[in-house]
C-alpha cells in the first residue's frame, strides 16, 4: 500500500475507526519485523528476545495509544521506535537483574550504522546514557533513538523529524561522539 493509504489509515484511527487499526498492522509488520531485526542483530550474542516478540509488544502499545493524532507514517514509526527502545530497555533490566548484577557486555556505538554489525550491547547504560543526552541535547537524544532502536536511514529520520538532511547528519555524528564519550569515559 502506498504510504497515502498506511497515512490515511492513521488519521482514520485517530479519528476512532478500530477497523482502521486492524487494516492497518498487517500493512505495517514486515517493517516493524525488520526494525527489531536490525536492532537485534546490534544485542549481545545469546538474546533470548525475538523479532516476532517485539513486534507483538509494540502492537499492544499501540493499541494502548488513546491519544495519538496521527498524522503520517513517519510519525507512527517513530512512535513505534520509541516503543522498541523501552521494550528492549525493560528486557535488558529484567535480564541483568535475573543475572544479579552478573557481567554486562560492552557497547561499540561506531558499528551502530553499519548494516550486518553484530557488537556486544550494554543496553541499559546506553539508555542512561540516552537519558543524560536528552536533557541537554532532546533533538540529538531522539535522532539517535530513531537510527539506532527504530533503524531508521537518515532519509527516514528526516521524514520523521522534519530537518534537513545535514541537520540529521551532523546531529547524528554529534550524538554518536558524545554517546561514545560517555560509555568509554
Known amino acids: 500500500m502506498r504510504e497515502e493509504g498506511i497515512t490515511q489509515l492513521l488519521i482514520r484511527w485517530s479519528d476512532g475507526d478500530q477497523a482502521a487499526m486492524e487494516t492497518l498492522m498487517p500493512l505495517v509488520y514486515d517493517e516493524l519485523r525488520q526494525m527489531a531485526s536490525t536492532f ?10 525475538q523479532p516476532t516478540a517485539i513486534v507483538h509488544e509494540v502492537y499492544l502499545r499501540l493499541v494502548d495509544q488513546q491519544s495519538v493524532n496521527w498524522q503520517s ?14 521494550i528492549l530497555v525493560d528486557y535488558a533490566r529484567r535480564h541483568q537483574a ?3 548484577g552478573g557481567e554486562q ?9 553499519r548494516p550486518g554489525a553484530t557488537p556486544d550491547l550494554d ?7 540516552l537519558t543524560a543526552l536528552a536533557a541537554i541535547k532532546p533533538r540529538h537524544s531522539r535522532i539517535v533513538e530513531l537510527r539506532y532502536f527504530g533503524g531508521l536511514t537518515i532519509e ?12 540529521i ?3 547524528w555524528n554529534f550524538a554518536r561522539a558524545w ?5 568509554e569515559g
Not at 105 to 113: F, G, H, I, Q, V
Not at 123 to 129: K, P
Not at 156 to 167: F, I, M, P, W, Y
Not at 179 to 183: D, I, K
Open 40 to 49: 537485534l542483530r546490534r544485542e549481545r550474542r545469546q538474546h533470548t528476545l
Open 179 to 183: 554517546l561514545r564519550h560517555q560509555l
Open 73 to 86: 507514517r513517519a510519525q507512527f514509526f517513530g512512535l513505534a521506535s520509541s516503543l522498541m527502545r523501552n
Open 123 to 129: 543496553l541499559l547504560a546506553l539508555d542512561e546514557a
Open 156 to 167: 527516514e529520520t528526516v521524514e520523521v523529524l522534519g530537518l534537513s538532511h545535514a541537520t
Open 98 to 100: 535475573l543475572k544479579r
Open 105 to 113: 557486555p560492552k557497547l561499540t556505538l561506531s558499528e551502530a550504522d
Open 169 to 171: 547528519e551532523r546531529e
